[in-house]
C-alpha cells in the first residue's frame, strides 16, 4: 500500500512564513517535501529563491515614462 502524505499543520506552516518571509502557498510545499523539518525547508527556500532571482536577471527595466504633477493650492501630488 502507499504510506501517507505528511500534511503540515497550520502553526508549522505559519512558524516557516514568518521566519522566512515566503509565500503561504511555497511554506506548504516545501514543509510537505521536506517531512516538517524546519531546517531543510528554509534551505530549500533560500536556494529556489536564488534559482528565481537568477531567472529575472537578465531582464531590463528600460522602457517607461513617470509623470508627476503638484498642485500646491490643493497640497496634491499625483505620481502616474
Known amino acids: ?3 501517507a502524505a505528511f500534511k503540515p499543520t497550520a502553526g508549522l ?3 516557516l512564513r514568518v521566519m522566512t518571509g515566503s509565500p503561504l502557498k511555497d511554506c506548504l510545499k516545501v514543509l ?3 517531512e516538517g523539518n524546519i531546517e531543510k525547508s528554509k ?3 533560500r536556494k529556489r529563491g536564488l534559482a528565481d532571482a ?3 536577471a537578465d ?3 528600460s522602457q517607461g ?3 508627476l504633477e503638484v498642485d500646491t493650492e490643493a497640497k496634491l501630488a499625483t505620481l502616474v
Open 59 to 61: 531582464r531590463l527595466a
Open 32 to 34: 510537505t517535501e521536506t
Open 43 to 45: 534551505e530549500l527556500l
Open 1 to 3: 500500500m502507499f504510506a
Open 13 to 15: 506552516v505559519k512558524e
Open 54 to 56: 537568477e531567472k529575472r
Open 65 to 67: 515614462l513617470i509623470g
